[in-house]
């Protein structure tokens, strides 16, 4: 009888809930700390960033909409699903970055543990973040702390799993929408991780994670006025930005119309 042949697992990109190659059907080899092949990953373009944009589009103002407690119930549900793979997300770590099985077991343990913590800020943020203000009048003003809407998210590339679980959580911890590029050295947990939020009841375009080749400023993003915020390990972006393109300059000749001067003909 002949020796069964294993399946390799095909990593593809994750969007709006579904894992769909790149549009682009480009590829590029994933390899272990020792130069080993592990697995063909799917390269994003900027094509498929946009189509993940417009699809957490889509799904920010049920996931926003909903509840604290049922956020937090939802967090804590995929650190449960994190919990039953356990196993897979240490083999992938250790095959990725070349440690050793404890020490991929502390970083999964580490990143379920992180999934708990923030279910509990859930229902808690608001109330931190948020304040009565002083006012010398009789009425009351109020701060409080609303979602950003979609966040655009650079993954830490030195890590496969706690990097990407760390800045994801925050963000959908208060009501936004995330889209992410992964470790391009370490792809495969976050493609597994997105199978998890795919399976725990996290609305499908809330949290996507597409690796590729990060950008080096917020000009590598898609040019739509839909992406909110975008921020990256290391480097501070502007709050609420929305990265469009500048305003045409008038032509040589004429000024920009204005209520005491014609526009030009």
Same mark, same amino acid.
């Given at each position: 009888?002949?020796?069964?042949?294993?399946?390799?697992?095909?990593? !593809?990109?994750?969007?709006?809930?579904?894992?769909?190659?790149? &549009?682009?059907?480009?590829? $590029?080899?994933?390899?272990?700390? !020792?130069?080993?092949? +592990?697995?063909?990953?799917? +390269?994003?373009?900027?094509?498929?960033? *946009?189509?993940?944009?417009?699809?957490? =589009?889509?799904? /920010?103002?049920?996931?926003?909409?909903?509840?604290?407690?049922? *956020?937090?119930?939802?967090? $804590?549900?995929?650190?449960?699903?994190? &919990?039953?793979? =356990?196993?897979?997300?240490?083999?992938?770590?250790?095959?990725? &970055?070349?440690?050793?099985?404890?020490?991929?077991?502390?970083?999964?343990?580490?990143?379920?543990?992180?999934?708990?913590?923030?279910?509990?800020?859930?229902?808690? $943020?608001?109330?931190?973040? %948020?304040?009565?203000?002083?006012?010398?009048?009789? $009425?009351?003003?109020?701060?409080?702390?609303?979602?950003?809407?979609?966040?655009?998210?650079?993954?830490?590339?030195?890590?496969?799993? +706690?990097?990407?679980? #760390?800045?994801?959580?925050?963000?959908?911890?208060?009501?936004?929408?995330? /889209?992410?590029?992964?470790?391009? *050295?370490?792809?495969?947990?976050?493609?597994?991780?997105? &199978? /998890? +939020?795919?399976?725990?009841?996290?609305?499908?375009?809330?949290?996507?994670?597409?690796?590729?080749?990060?950008? =080096?400023?917020?000009?590598?993003?898609?040019?739509?006025?839909?992406?909110?915020?975008?921020? #990256?390990?290391?480097? *501070?972006?502007?709050?609420?930005?929305?990265?469009?393109?500048?305003?045409?300059?008038?032509?040589? %000749?004429?000024?920009?119309?204005?209520?005491? =001067?014609?526009?030009?003909?």
């Amino acid at each position: 009888m002949s020796k069964r042949l294993s399946i390799p697992k095909t990593y !593809k990109l994750a969007i709006g809930g579904k894992f769909p190659r790149s &549009e682009s059907g480009r590829t $590029y080899e994933v390899l272990s700390a !020792k130069g080993d092949f +592990l697995a063909n990953a799917a +390269l994003a373009s900027r094509k498929d960033a *946009r189509d993940a944009v417009v699809a957490a =589009r889509a799904a /920010v103002k049920g996931w926003s909409g909903a509840t604290a407690y049922n *956020r937090g119930q939802v967090l $804590y549900r995929i650190a449960e699903l994190l &919990e039953g793979r =356990r196993a897979q997300f240490v083999d992938e770590i250790v095959a990725q &970055e070349g440690v050793s099985a404890s020490a991929a077991g502390a970083q999964v343990d580490e990143a379920i543990d992180r999934w708990v913590w923030y279910a509990g800020w859930c229902d808690k $943020y608001a109330q931190v973040a %948020g304040n009565a203000n002083p006012v010398a009048g009789p $009425y009351f003003n109020i701060s409080v702390p609303e979602p950003t809407g979609i966040v655009a998210i650079v993954a830490p590339q030195d890590t496969a799993l +706690l990097g990407l679980v #760390s800045v994801i959580a925050p963000a959908l911890v208060t009501g936004n929408a995330v /889209v992410v590029i992964a470790s391009e *050295r370490h792809p495969l947990s976050a493609i597994s991780l997105a &199978e /998890v +939020l795919a399976t725990s009841d996290v609305p499908g375009a809330s949290s996507m994670c597409s690796p590729a080749r990060p950008p =080096r400023s917020p000009r590598g993003w898609p040019r739509t006025p839909m992406s909110t915020r975008s921020t #990256s390990p290391g480097r *501070r972006r502007p709050t609420g930005s929305t990265f469009r393109s500048p305003p045409p300059t008038p032509s040589s %000749g004429c000024s920009r119309p204005s209520p005491t =001067r014609p526009r030009c003909r």
